[in-house]
């Protein structure tokens, strides 16, 4: 047992799987790129100022109407395909009755009993203890279609939640944004690895929606969003608990730790002779807690009904085998043929989905570089930075753009791997393109041959016993020399150089 | 001068500018003087308008005398003025739909219907009254007072859009736009001696009206001749890509329709008689009217037989579940923290924005407003929305294939526009049930999408008030209820010896405050 920094009471992670099987069910949000809203014009950019990206629709001004977006709704089809759907001939949207000052209309139009997509699937590659991976076929209810709300500052008090807040901005710029919720059945059986599994199930899906184009993907910026439902039933007993809602679980990281957390919460209050509230949490990515959010009740009620300014959606067809056709291949033959074309280990392999650094990986080859090059700087240096900042390795702020230039400079000799980690810093500074870094830094290595020539003779006048040593035919102690060097240029010259004038003067 | 021009239809008028006899700005400016005389305020007069934009009327008019003069005008009813319905959103003009809870707020864009206006150079005089969000027959429901019969000062002018029934119907303007949702337009149109239509579901665009049930909704002419209807039927109908509910194809030839009706000849036209919406329950000055226009009909050469639609008499109970549900949803978004009403509960000292919309919401809706919400609230909710919204989309199912049944038959169906003429002010006030059931005749046509329109069919014996003969056709077959009706309309004046609005008393000089901003100002 232990205690959170909220005063929860946790129950060991061994202990909880003794006693409880853990069921979870997944809803992820996926804010599409599409150029505008879900039911009008406005675009859809992230990070206008508040409050101009508007209009009359999605301030849900009197008398505005929406009117369904066609490249939302080809999305939304295309995801559904991906995830092995059905896609229905004929749905609508429904509205989603309830008041909050986020939502221009006080209704959400989203969809009900009519999903655009259902009954699908996704097979989810979890890695193994003993360095292999296994397949987890996770079942999905839906993906339907709806529009995000507006965003809410809370400003005062000291939690930013609405609750002890002096006043409350909102910006409808997100208002009216199309978003397709992905649900999946009731996820059981997993045991230990429900929160490796949970992960892995947000990752691949992550690695889907990019892979379709539909999406930015940035669980930093919010595109990605993920509730976690989670409920323990006793071990065996084959039932199904009461379960919580994780909501605003914002990093593959934290959907892990958000199912654990969850887990060991549960058990501890189950444990106690107590029941679970039916609730909805909040995650805190900061101190890796959930906290209490507005309670789930028979009280709340939608008062769904369809939404009556809108014609069904029918999708011919013709047009979703259409869309069939542009599926990404399946994620297995994705990856045998990724690993086959970049040579490599199925250790490499599995490293490289476990960082969440597929895409990036395969971009940055796209982009020029090299398999191992390009592996060696996602999962050594930027994966190493991410875990110390606490963010996505997607989200760095560097991109595999970045990292093939960088990369292309080491092969051209213009940096030094040494060199090459400053510009990295540089790049997570903020401080431009990566030229731009190394001519603000002056990273570039010293390739003028005289200076380079003083330098090395500098060292021989310095270190004359080594010299001869050298002139001897002993050539491993050139590297002291050529340390001297390295020295003297501050790292910016090229050791291969070096050590060949060094070579040449003392033969 | 001034006389003659408020009391010219919209055709003379667009002749009269046509020919030169007249300009925008003289015609405008009549019938601001018109309103000026005789609309008075919530205390006295017709009380038809809300708001009047007189500066905003003769800028439009002086344009549209620019562009005539160039000889370029934008339509063929440029210049002639027009009221509209204050449910239809105005850029820069208020717009309250009879609502506290919309006082002062003024819509940053025009209703589709609006902007067509405005780029066919039709002045806009003001905002017409109504009752509060629609809700109502008799337009006593508006916050800013009611709006009084010019026949009879002391009676209801029907509603909910009483105002610009009003307008119409005391010369106020040449035309007007209203919206229709269980009968708003031909109920109305039927109590004044003018006339009212609600085209086919989806044939005039609703982008901009604030809604009160989208599913019944129709933004329609309302107008003193079949003619006009006509006219601005198709000035503001077509298709809109801002409502999904618009129908995209071409509108039959409406003004043709009308003219050729006018003629007289209606062999081989089969009119319906609906069984279920006429006899008991109706007054007898009013069923009397209806079967003697009933005859004109057939001396105009049509066939008329009797066709029933049992599942008619659902209608009523049917509306007041579907309409409830999607107003109580719709009214959702007045809630003080975008626009309109802001009201701070009392005794709180830093109230959340959930009591400043409980207090806003209670201070800002009118009671029977409250009462739809409370209905549509209860019946969408969850255990009993099958029993309710479930059951009532069925029926409205059957309603609409009783509809089909009947127009294969015949060409269109035809009833009494409402039970009774109109009835005194406060007369019926608190008892809704009674209320409700003026639109007995009219709610069929909305919940099954077919347009109907009200004409006048005489003055009842027992009261002297007008009374209105309704016709629908099938969806999209709107030009054939303009046939008949303009077939009727010319039978009728030729007995009547004149349009039957010749027959109303002279409207007293109003003094009281009848400055151009009306009783909302």
Redesign the interface.
């Known amino acids: 047992m232990s205690t959170s920094t909220t005063g929860d009471v946790l129950v060991d992670y061994d202990e909880v799987l003794a006693a409880y099987d853990p069921a979870m069910g997944l809803e992820v949000h996926v804010e599409l790129n599409t150029a505008t809203k879900m039911f009008c014009g406005c675009p859809t950019e992230f990070g206008a100022e508040p409050n101009t990206q508007v209009c ?1 629709t999605c ?10 977006n066609a490249k939302a709704v080809e999305s939304a089809i295309r995801i559904g395909l991906a995830l092995n759907c059905d896609i229905a001939e004929w749905c609508r949207f429904a ?1 989603k ?1 309830y ?1 909050y ?1 986020d939502m ?4 959400q139009t989203s969809q009900y009993d009519e999903p655009i997509a259902f009954e699908g699937w996704m097979d989810v590659l979890v890695p193994t203890a003993d360095g292999g991976t296994e397949t987890v076929r996770v079942e999905i209810e839906r993906a339907h279609m709806e529009e995000d709300t507006g965003k809410s500052l809370h400003v005062g008090g000291s939690t930013g939640r609405i609750h002890g807040a002096d006043y ?1 901005l ?1 910006d409808y710029n997100r208002a009216g944004i199309p978003l397709i919720e992905i649900v999946t059945k009731p996820i059981t059986g997993l045991g230990a690895q429900a929160p490796e599994v949970a992960k892995a199930y947000v990752a691949q899906l992550r690695e889907l929606i990019v892979a379709l184009g539909v999406s930015d993907a940035r669980m930093d910026q919010g595109s990605i969003r993920a509730d976690v439902n989670l409920s323990l039933a006793p071990k065996g007993s084959g039932a199904l608990g009461t379960r919580t809602e994780t909501k605003n679980v914002n990093s593959l990281r934290s959907v892990e730790r958000a199912v654990r957390y969850e887990m060991q919460r549960h058990a501890a209050v189950l444990g106690e002779g107590r029941s679970i509230l039916q609730e909805t949490r909040h995650w805190h990515e900061d101190t890796g807690v959930t906290t209490s959010g507005r309670e789930k009740s028979d009280a709340e ?1 939608y ?3 369809p939404e ?4 069904p959606v029918a999708p011919s067809r013709e047009w979703v085998e259409q869309l069939r056709g542009t599926m990404p291949e399946n994620p297995r033959a994705r990856l045998a043929r990724l690993q086959e074309s970049w040579g490599f280990t199925d250790l490499e392999m599995r490293d490289t989905v476990g960082a969440g650094a597929l895409g990036l990986v395969e971009e940055t080859i796209a982009a020029g570089a090299a398999p191992q090059s390009a592996r060696k700087w996602w999962l050594g240096e930027m994966a190493r930075r991410a875990n110390d900042s606490g963010v996505e390795i997607g989200a760095l702020g560097v991109t595999p753009q970045h990292v093939a230039r960088v990369q292309a400079m080491v092969d051209a000799g213009e940096l030094t791997d040494k060199l090459a980690r400053q510009v990295f810093d540089g790049l997570l500074a903020g401080e431009g393109t990566p030229e731009e870094v190394v001519a603000a830094r002056g990273l570039a290595v010293v390739s003028d041959e005289g200076a380079l020539s003083a330098a090395v003779d500098k060292a021989i006048a310095e270190n004359p016993a080594i010299a001869d040593k050298i002139r001897d035919g002993k050539v491993a102690a050139a590297g002291a020399l050529i340390g001297a060097v390295m020295k003297e240029m501050r790292g910016q010259a090229d050791a291969a150089r070096v050590k060949e004038l060094v070579l040449e003067k003392l033969s | 001068m001034s006389a003659d021009l408020t009391r010219r239809t919209a055709a003379d008028l667009a002749a009269d500018l046509a020919a030169g006899t007249t300009t925008s700005v003289a015609l405008t400016q009549a019938h601001l003087d018109r309103i000026a005389a005789v609309d008075g305020g919530p205390d006295a007069g017709v009380h038809a308008f809300l708001h009047v934009d007189a500066e905003g009327a003769l800028a439009a008019a002086a344009a549209s005398d620019e562009r005539r003069a160039a000889g370029s005008p934008a339509s063929a009813l440029d210049g002639v003025p027009i009221a509209v319905k204050d449910v ?2 105005t850029r820069g003009l208020p ?1 309250t ?1 009879g609502s506290k809870i ?1 006082e002062g ?1 003024v ?3 025009d ?1 589709t219907v609006v902007a067509r206006l405005r780029a066919a150079g039709l002045p806009i005089l003001g905002k017409t009254n109504m009752d509060e969000f629609a809700m109502g027959s008799s337009t006593e429901h508006s916050a800013y007072g009611p709006t009084r019969n010019p026949w009879d000062l002391e009676r209801i002018p029907g509603g909910s859009g009483g105002g610009s029934a009003a307008a119409l119907a005391a010369f106020e303007t040449p035309l007007a736009l209203g919206t229709d949702t269980g009968g708003s337009i031909r109920q109305p149109g039927a109590v004044t001696g003018t006339v009212g239509v609600k085209p086919t579901y989806g044939g005039v665009s ?6 009160m ?3 019944l909704d129709q933004v329609g002419p309302v107008t003193r001749t079949v003619l006009d209807s006509a006219l601005l039927h198709e000035l503001v109908g077509g298709h809109d ?5 618009s129908v995209d194809q071409p509108l039959p030839s409406l003004v043709d329709a009308a003219r050729r009706g006018a003629e007289g000849d209606l062999s081989g036209v089969r009119v319906g008689v609906i069984t279920e919406l006429s006899g008991e329950g109706y007054q007898a000055g009013v069923q009397a009217r209806f079967e003697e226009s009933l005859e004109l009909l057939v001396k105009a050469g049509a066939e008329v037989v009797e066709v029933s639609c049992p599942t008619f008499v659902h209608a009523l109970a049917t509306y007041y579940l579907i309409m409830p ?2 107003a ?2 719709n009214l ?4 003080a ?3 309109g009403l802001r009201v701070l509960p009392e005794g709180v000292d830093s109230p959340s ?2 009591q400043v ?1 409980r207090a806003t919401r209670d201070a800002g809706f009118g009671d029977e407003v409250k009462r739809r919400i409370i209905l549509g ?1 209860y019946a ?3 255990g009993y ?1 099958d029993a309710y ?1 479930g059951t009532a989309q069925r029926v409205r199912t059957l309603i609409a294939r009783d509809f089909a049944a009947a127009f294969e038959k015949v060409d269109v169906l035809v009833s009494p526009t409402a039970p009774t003429t109109a009835f005194k002010l406060g007369e019926k006030l608190d008892d809704p049930l009674a209320m409700y059931l003026n639109d007995l005749a009219t709610i069929p046509a909305n919940l099954a999408g077919v347009p109907g329109m009200s004409l006048p069919s005489g003055l009842a014996d027992e009261d002297g008030l007008p009374a209105g003969f309704q016709i629908l056709a099938p969806a999209l077959a709107d030009d054939r209820m303009y046939r008949v009706g303009a077939a009727l309309e010319a039978a009728l004046h030729e007995r009547w010896g004149g349009p039957l609005l010749d027959r109303a008393p002279a409207l007293a000089a109003q003094a009281g405050p009848t400055d151009a901003n009306g009783a909302s100002a």
């Open positions: 009359p301030l849900g001004l009197p008398g505005a109407m929406p009117v369904v509205r009755n008041f000052p221009p209309k006080n209704f409350s909102v009620d008062r769904y009904f009556p300014d809108l014609v | 239809l959103a717009t739909c919309l707020w819509p940053p864009y209703a609703r982008y901009g009206l604030v809604a049930a989208n599913s890509p801002l409502d999904s509910t549900c999607e109580s949803s959702a978004k007045f809630d923290m975008r626009y924005a959930e919309m609230t969408l909710s969850s929305y919204y």
